[in-house]
């Protein structure tokens, strides 16, 4: 599959899953929808980014930190904004990061040159 397809599906599903870990949060389980949304759209961002940086640099170990970090920007500006519950947003975010920086590199495909007889 394709790395940057690979990475779109699996910050998708996996951001949801991040956001579903707010249920361990009490005081934002009336606010539970929202933060997967906003959690699976924040996957999705850094699945596109991971991805493309995959595609770019065929690098195991570079994919994994590059996920890694994307993953704690993304949820950095998030916890920012809400003024607060950094741990909380940034280690599900951190490891979303990280596992999709993994996948991309380790089970994504590389793009297929172009025979340019045809």
Do not use: C
């Not at 940057?4 to 579903?20: M, P, S, T």
């Not at 389980?29 to 997967?36: F, G, K, N």
């Not at 975010?93 to 994504?108: E, M, N, P, R």
């Amino acid at each position: 599959m394709n790395k940057i397809l690979l990475g779109v599906i699996l910050g998708g599903i996996l951001g949801a899953l991040d956001g579903l870990t707010a249920w361990f949060t009490p005081e934002v389980r009336t606010m539970l929808l929202r933060i997967v949304i906003g959690s699976m759209m924040k996957g999705l961002i850094a699945g596109v980014l991971i991805g493309v940086f995959a595609r770019k640099v065929n690098s195991l170990a570079l994919g994994i930190v590059f996920g890694l970090g994307v993953g704690l920007v993304l949820a950095f500006l998030v916890a920012y904004l809400q003024h607060g519950y950094y741990f909380e947003i940034m280690l599900p975010g951190g490891l979303v990061g990280l596992i999709v920086g993994y996948a991309t590199q380790k089970y994504g495909s590389a793009p297929r040159p172009v025979d340019a007889r045809a």
